[in-house]
C-alpha cells in the first residue's frame, strides 16, 4: 500500500477581540508517495497555517475542523486533527513528518554550533546514525558542522536545517517558505534537494510563493487564495494554462510573461464575502459568483463558476518548449 | 547623478567593498546583480547615507557627502530613499502603518503630509492603516515601507531587493508604481537584485544600465 496523507475539509479559525480571522477553509488535498506537492499563493493567504495545523503546532485561540489522514507504511492510518498532543509529541513531529522552517538562519539557536544542534535532534529522536553521515547526505562537510550559525552562509543553514528535519527519517517534509531571501543558485540547490526526497520515496508538500521554485519541483500545485484552494492540477497543465482567473493573474505577473499585477487587493482574511472571493479583483465574474463556487474531488480541480478553458496544444508540449 | 567612486567597507577585518564605483543616474533604472555576499547591500547603505565607507567618495548630484546617518544635511539625506530586503526589519513594531509611511514628515519636522493617499495610491485601505506590523502580511508592510521612501519625494531610490520575499502579483504592483514614481518625477531608481528576469524587465523600458558586482 502506497503512503498517503489525505487532507479533508481542513478549517482553521483564530479567535481574536471581536473578529474571526479564516485562516483556512475547507481544503482538500492529498501527498502521495514519491510526490511533490506545491501550495502557492502570496503571504498571507492561510499557507502557513496550512503547515502548523498539520503539526499540531497552533496556538491556543485556534479551532480546527475537518481531517488530515496520514496512511504511512503498515502503521494504522492517523488523523493528524484528532490526535492528542501526546501521539504527536512521540509518533509525528520529526518522526513521521519533518519540518524545514522558514529562514533557516533564524531558525538555529545563535550559541550552539550546527553539530550540537543536528546531535540533539537525532538523540531526541533515537536515530542512531552519526551526525558525520546524516549531514554528508544533506551536502555538508564535517568541519562545517562544527560552526555557529553566524558562521553559515544561507545555503549551508538551509542544509542544516534540511538535515535536522530528516533526522528521525520522516516519511512527509514539509518545506515551509524554504527559499524566501536565498538568491537562484540556492534556490536551485534547495530544490533540487526536495525533488531527491520525493525520488528517494519520500513525499514532499512545499509552501511557497515563488512560482518558478514550484515549478522546479512540484508534481501538482494547489493555489491558495483568501484561506481557500481554488485549483488543484498536475504542474504541467497548471504552468500550460492555470483554468482559475486568479492561478492565471498570478502567472501572468511574473516577470517572464506579462510582469502585470491583478488589479485590486485580497480580502481581509477577518470579513471573507459569502461568495467567490476573488469576485472584485476578477474579469470573468457574474451573478453566478456570489454564490460559492465548488471545486469538487477531480485530481484537476477549479473552484470558480468560470474557469477558463484548457489550452489547445498539447500541455506536455507547451511546458517543456517553454 | 548619484555617484559612488572608490568605495571601500570593512566589518572588522573582513573587507567587503574595495574600491566600488555606480553611478546611478536620474530619469533611469540602473541595475545592480551580483551573487548573495558580494557587497551590494552594503553598497546601498553607502549610497543612502546611511553607512560612511572607510575610503572613497560619494556625490549627490554633485555635492560631495563628508557627513554621514544624522550628521548629514538633511537636505541631503533625504534626497535618498531606501527600501530594504525584509520589511519586517525596516520598521518600528510599535507604529500603526499609518505612522510607518508619515515617520519621514516627522523625522524631519513637517506637517504631515498626503501620507494616506500615498499609502492608498500604494494599495493600502485606511483599515489597514491602522494596523501594526505583526498584524498584516509582508506584502501589506513592504507596501507602507515604499509609502515611507516615496514620502518626502526623493531624487533617488534605493530598491535592496526590494520584493524578495512577495509574490508575483506583489512584485509588479510595487515595480509599477515605482515605474510611475520615476516617470513622473524624473527620478533615479537603483534596482538590486538577483533575479535576471526582473532585473531586464524592469531596467528596459528606461534603457538604464545594469552593473554586475562579483
Redesign the interface.
Known amino acids: 500500500m502506497t503512503s498517503s496523507l489525505t487532507v479533508q475539509n481542513l478549517s482553521v479559525r483564530f479567535h481574536l477581540p471581536g473578529a474571526t480571522v479564516h485562516a483556512v477553509s475547507d481544503a482538500s488535498f492529498e501527498v502521495r508517495q514519491g510526490e511533490c506537492l506545491a501550495l502557492v499563493?502570496?503571504?498571507?493567504c492561510g499557507k502557513s497555517v496550512m503547515a502548523h495545523a498539520l503539526m499540531g503546532l497552533l496556538p491556543g485561540n485556534a479551532t480546527v475542523a475537518g481531517s488530515a489522514w496520514l496512511r504511512t507504511g503498515g502503521a494504522p492510518p492517523l488523523d493528524l486533527i484528532a490526535a492528542p498532543e501526546r501521539v504527536l509529541a512521540r509518533t509525528v513531529r520529526g518522526r513521521r513528518i519533518g519540518l524545514v522552517p522558514q529562514s533557516p538562519a533564524a531558525h538555529l539557536t545563535p550559541v550552539r554550533t550546527a553539530r550540537a544542534q543536528l546531535a540533539e535532534a537525532l538523540r531526541e529522536l533515537g536515530n542512531p546514525a552519526p551526525a558525520d553521515e546524516l549531514a554528508a547526505r544533506a551536502g555538508l562537510a564535517p568541519e562545517q558542522l562544527d560552526r555557529y550559525p553566524h558562521q553559515l552562509?544561507?545555503g549551508m543553514a538551509q542544509r542544516v536545517v534540511n538535515a535536522i528535519a530528516l533526522a528521525g527519517d520522516p516519511w512527509l517534509i514539509i518545506a515551509d517558505e524554504p527559499t524566501?531571501?536565498?538568491?537562484?543558485?540556492?534556490v536551485d540547490a534547495t530544490m533540487t534537494e526536495l525533488r531527491r526526497l520525493a525520488d528517494d520515496g519520500r513525499a514532499v508538500l512545499l509552501i511557497t510563493?515563488d512560482?518558478r521554485a514550484a515549478e522546479q519541483v512540484a508534481d501538482h500545485i494547489a493555489v491558495m487564495y483568501a484561506s481557500r484552494v481554488v485549483s488543484h492540477a498536475p504542474a504541467a497543465e497548471f504552468f500550460a494554462g492555470p483554468r482559475h482567473p486568479y492561478a492565471a493573474?498570478?502567472?501572468e505577473?511574473?516577470?517572464?510573461r506579462g510582469?502585470?499585477?491583478?488589479p485590486g487587493?485580497p480580502p481581509?482574511l477577518t470579513d471573507l464575502p459569502a461568495g467567490c472571493a476573488f469576485l472584485p479583483r476578477c474579469d470573468r465574474s457574474t451573478a453566478a459568483c456570489s454564490h460559492l463556487p465548488e471545486a469538487g474531488t477531480e485530481p484537476s480541480r477549479v473552484a470558480c463558476h468560470h474557469p477558463l478553458e484548457r489550452p489547445l496544444e498539447h500541455p506536455l508540449e507547451h511546458h517543456v518548449a517553454r | 547623478m548619484l555617484r559612488a567612486d572608490g568605495i571601500t567597507v570593512a566589518y572588522g577585518r573582513q573587507r567587503v567593498l574595495r574600491g566600488a564605483d555606480l553611478a546611478v543616474a536620474p530619469g533611469v533604472v540602473t541595475g545592480l546583480a551580483g551573487p548573495s555576499g558580494c557587497g551590494k547591500s552594503t553598497l546601498s547603505r553607502v549610497l543612502a547615507l546611511l553607512l560612511r565607507p572607510d575610503a572613497g567618495r560619494l556625490t549627490v548630484d554633485g555635492t560631495e557627502v563628508h557627513r554621514w546617518r544624522h550628521r548629514a544635511s538633511r537636505d541631503l539625506r533625504t534626497r535618498v530613499a531606501l527600501i530594504f530586503q525584509q520589511p519586517r526589519l525596516a520598521v518600528d513594531p510599535r507604529l500603526t502603518l499609518r505612522e510607518i509611511a508619515a515617520e519621514p514628515y516627522q523625522a524631519t519636522g513637517r506637517p504631515p503630509g498626503p501620507a494616506d493617499e500615498l499609502a492608498e495610491d500604494l494599495g493600502l485601505t485606511p483599515e489597514l492603516l491602522v494596523r501594526r506590523p505583526h498584524e498584516v502580511s509582508d506584502g501589506q508592510l513592504q507596501r507602507a515601507c515604499v509609502a515611507r521612501a516615496l514620502a518626502l519625494r526623493p531624487r533617488y531610490v534605493i530598491c535592496d531587493e526590494m520584493t524578495t520575499m512577495l509574490d508575483a502579483s506583489t512584485q509588479a504592483h510595487l515595480v509599477a508604481r515605482l515605474e510611475a514614481y520615476r516617470r513622473e518625477t524624473g527620478a533615479g531608481i537603483l534596482a538590486i537584485t538577483h533575479d535576471e528576469e526582473l532585473l531586464t524587465r524592469w531596467t528596459e523600458p528606461s534603457g538604464g544600465p545594469t552593473v554586475r558586482m562579483s
Not at chain 1, 499563493?41 to 498571507?44: D, L, M, R, V
Open positions: 499563493g502570496e503571504s498571507g552562509s544561507g524566501s531571501g536565498l538568491d537562484r543558485p540556492l510563493h512560482l493573474g498570478l502567472l505577473a511574473l516577470p517572464s510582469f502585470t499585477p491583478i487587493r481581509e
